[in-house]
């Protein structure tokens, strides 16, 4: 039912955006907040509703990859005045899944372009090994005549594709592995949609048998199944994958580690994946009120609150608030471990999420609670 899947597919766009929304650790205090904790779990429900056998295994065999990949040393690119590589070396190794994450104009594209031989560095070089294969999925890539047939565009880049475990499907079979049924497959190309023609794109680009696949905002066209096929190809693909994205929940799935870009042309390579970044990075920006010490006022000095400017019960409040906040701290960081283990299903996912943003808007009333009776205190 292709409604039911639209529906699904717009759920899980809604869903990322409820999910950041709780992540940014709101201020205010009010019910809509907690509203829209509620409308994660529904979301959650919605994003998932799937067609009965609607899932797709797609295992192909890669293109052999010897010991030597991909070398980039001291790569600089400016346009004009603007810098947006600068001296960047890596040296990739086989099976490699690198996420490329970064504000639109800070470089992500270029670098891709560079590695593909699509444009040349200012300074530096790139160097690819001899058994390395490149595949590009592009988001200005798509280009067919609208004449043909989707038969005769897959056909040309070949007529048989070889599968992970040794047999071979004709190019027509494969197409059907991409929802193509043999009708639609000898229909002109001018009669599809545009959700079709990005299918069929990754469809040439996957049959190319790669070794070395780059993809670049895979995610912003396709549906929720050809995504679904994309990513289970991915998570077992023998080879290396460079991808460009913003979706969290795909790049978790399948990269090791993430290119970081800035705008002043620097790339940090970051030890671990997109959410992982995520919250270290949100970690280092956010305002840390409690890391000074609170000095706890000894007992005679409680019983004379006009000193401070706090009352006797306002001085146990904020005691108890250290200690409650001490304990959230902790059940957040769990938390956080808990969405970042990649190994954790997805009702487990969602559930952690939700849990994760109550803790962090309670964490968040707690802290405004105690900055508002700090200031009291200096009084």
């Known amino acids: ?29 009010t019910h809509k907040s907690k509203y829209r904790i509620k409308t994660v779990g529904e979301l959650s429900d919605k994003a998932h509703v799937q067609k009965p056998n609607s899932s797709i295994n797609i295992r192909m065999e890669a293109s052999r990859l010897g010991s030597k990949v991909l070398n980039m040393k001291n790569i600089s690119k400016c346009y004009g005045d603007k810098r947006v590589l600068s ?45 390395v294969k490149l595949a590009y999925y592009t988001q200005d890539g798509l280009r067919f005549d609208d004449s043909e ?21 004709s190019a027509s079979a494969f197409l059907q592995m991409f929802r193509f049924q043999p009708p639609q497959q000898y229909d002109l190309i001018s009669k599809l949609s545009g959700g079709e023609k990005q299918r069929l794109y990754l469809c040439t680009v996957l049959m190319q048998q790669p070794n070395f696949l780059i993809l670049d905002e895979p995610t912003n066209d396709l549906d929720i199944i050809t995504l679904q096929v994309l990513e289970d190809y991915l998570v077992n693909f023998k080879g290396c994958v460079l991808i460009v994205s913003h979706d969290r929940f795909f790049l978790d799935k399948i990269v090791d580690h993430v290119f970081v870009f800035s705008s002043n042309g620097a790339i940090k390579d970051f030890p ?19 890391k000074q010490p609170v000095s706890i006022p ?7 609150p006009a000193k401070s400017g706090l009352t006797y019960k306002e001085r146990l409040e904020i005691q108890q608030i250290e200690m409650d906040l001490k304990s959230l701290e902790t ?31 309670r964490i968040s009333e707690l802290e405004l609670r105690w900055l508002e009776l700090s200031a009291k205190a200096d009084m």
């Open 272 to 290: 671990g994946n997109y959410s992982q970044y995520r919250y270290s990075k949100e970690f280092a920006e956010s305002p840390k009120p409690l």
């Open 1 to 29: 039912d292709e409604a039911m899947q639209a529906g699904a597919e717009k759920a899980r766009n809604l869903l990322r955006t409820e999910i950041e929304w709780l992540r940014r650790m709101p201020k205010a205090r």
């Open 331 to 361: 059940q957040k960081q769990e938390l956080n471990n808990k969405i970042s283990d990649s190994s954790v299903n997805q009702i487990e996912l969602f559930a952690s999420s939700k849990q994760l943003g109550e803790v962090i808007i």
């Open 87 to 131: 001296s960047f070396s890596y040296v990739f190794a086989p099976y490699e899944k690198v996420g490329i994450v970064g504000n639109n104009g800070t470089g992500k594209t270029t670098l891709l372009n560079i590695i593909n031989s699509k444009i040349l560095p200012d300074t530096g070089t790139v160097t690819l090994g001899d058994t």
């Open 149 to 169: 047939r989707p038969i005769d565009v897959v056909s040309k880049i070949a007529e048989v594709v070889k599968l992970s475990d040794g047999n071979s499907v």
């Open 298 to 304: 000894e007992k005679k000095q409680i019983s004379a």
